[in-house]
């Protein structure tokens, strides 16, 4: 379906200014309340003042009535610390936080026996500043394992290697990380009857290295959610029907041996050139099934992938909104759904390209690269508050 699509993503485009800024000014009141809160928001973070005509999306669940479904995304910390308008923003509108890099083990432990959580200590004391929670990412993944330790695994099975790494990460974060990608991405189109990637774990410990990773965090964070995530589910094709497929079959598997899986993340990666093989009645089906068996539902990494740049951006941006209210209109619907996170915020920080490098930045993501509200963002806040 797509490259990697929760891999380490590659640099950030440089931010480049758009053309236009929002007009309008606010009303006296809304000027007031405004300064209220940056009094008491002031020894926290120095906000910026408010844009017109905007609303944080907390502001719209009171605005429109009611809870909705839980808002995420994913950033790194560095980004954080660094850039204070994108901290601002995610402070505004987020719920939850995912760590993009920073507790992946090729990152805590690229050399054996040193570890680097320096940067997940800041991004987990960041969200315990502002009272957001955490989605840990990822624990068990064949792409952010150690060449050392996919080494070891391949020459000398000993599960232990695997046991170090997460009872060294799932322990540290208890207080704060609320929910686990334990295994990500364990599926694969390659033939195999059941469906999983050749993995340096699949090769060394078989498919039960996914009972043990999940009996093993459940061990060590006893009331945190704990997730299969993976890509691939979206379409209706064969491709995407052999991977709802394996994936209801392993759940089944694992909820009939009581291994401790509350859920499935579902990475909503949607790509406008494929968007004509999307059926929401397919996709509405997947889902009625996984919540049957008791699992909760996360839409994990959403983000739209663009390919046409060369019509006005108001066009690019009524496309991205179109898909997203497609897909995320139909996890609505489901009651197992808990959460959507983005894989990301705003444009400014986008993984995904863009055919050329005159093309700009891809347009997939709730702000744009100057931090405002764009069409997709409303088709999302509407969409979780159905």
Known sequence: MLP???????????????ASRPRGSTSGRASRAGMKRRQLLRHAIALPAA???????????????????????????RQLLTDPGFRDAVVRECDILTPELEMKWGFVEENQGSANLAPAD??????????????????????????????????????RIIDAFIQRIVPRYAGVVESWDVVNEPFADN???????????LTAFGPDYIRRAFERARSLAPTAKLYLNDYGFLYD??????????????????????????G??????????????????????????VADMGCA????????????????????????ADATAAVLDVAADCPAL????????????SWLPLPSETAGLNRGLPLDSDLRQKPMYRALMKALRR
């Open 191 to 201: 033939g195999r009857p059941d469906g999983l990637r050749v993995s340096p774990f």
């Open 122 to 159: 800041q991004m987990s004391n960041f969200a315990r500043r502002f009272g957001k929670r955490m989605h840990g990412h990822a624990l068990i993944w064949h792409k952010s394992t150690p060449d050392w330790a996919a080494s070891q695994m391949m020459t000398n099975p000993d599960w």
């Open 51 to 77: 844009l017109p005509g905007l609303a944080s999306s907390r502001a719209l669940a009171a605005i429109q009535g009611g809870p909705r479904v839980a808002f995420g995304i994913a950033a790194q910390t």
């Open 237 to 262: 094709d064969s491709e995407s029907e052999a991977r709802r497929t394996a994936a209801l079959r392993l759940l089944e598997a694992l909820k009939k041996h009581s291994v401790p899986v509350d």
């Open 4 to 18: 990697a699509p929760s891999c380490q993503k590659p640099p950030p485009h440089p931010i480049r200014p758009q």
């Open 264 to 289: 499935l993340g579902i990475q909503g990666h949607v790509d406008l050139e494929r968007t004509g093989t999307f059926r929401q009645e397919t996709f509405a089906r997947f889902l009625k099934s």
């Open 297 to 320: 539902i996360r839409i994990s990494e959403f983000d739209v992938r663009e390919h046409e740049t060369a019509i006005p951006v108001e066009q690019r941006d009524a496309l991205v």
């Open 338 to 349: 808990v959460s959507v996170t983005c894989w990301g915020l705003s444009d400014r920080y």
